[in-house]
Nanobody
Framework: QVQLVESGGGLVQAGGSLRLSCAAS????????MGWFRQAPGKEREFVAR????????YGVDSVKGRFTISRDNAKNTVYLQMNNLKPEDTAVYYC????????????WGEGTLVTVSS
């Protein structure tokens, strides 16, 4: 059974940093696209970043460019999201998701981890 488990969320002051991790089990995901999404209170879920099997990355939210970095470790079936200079508007539940192809719906989702940034 496939399982994605996020970790690393928590409460941080504005300007601080967090590193989210998402570890997958149940199969090998080295050929999958790995991504992060987030959903703030009262808002729709939005695409934050993705990274292909070859390491090509895309950021979906302009406000995170230059502050967030996505990376992956295929040997560990894990994707990371380094978040620096966090802002209150980054407060959200962050979800990891894996999919077979860019541009297609993701196949597997984690349960989410809450990130709260205080001002």
């Amino acid at each position: 059974q496939v399982q994605l488990v996020e970790s690393g969320g928590g409460l941080v002051q504005a300007g601080g940093s967090l590193r989210l991790s998402c570890a997958a089990s149940g199969r090998t995901f080295s050929n999958y696209v790995m991504g992060w999404f987030r959903q703030a209170p009262g808002k729709e879920r939005e695409f934050v970043a993705r990274i292909t099997r070859n390491g090509a990355f895309t950021y979906g939210v302009d406000s995170v460019k230059g502050r967030f970095t996505i990376s992956r470790d295929n040997a560990k079936n894990t994707v990371y999201l380094q978040m620096n200079n966090l802002k209150p508007e980054d407060t959200a539940v962050y979800y990891c998701a894996f999919g077979q192809r860019v541009g297609y719906p993701m196949d597997y989702w984690g349960e989410g981890t809450l990130v709260t940034v205080s001002s």
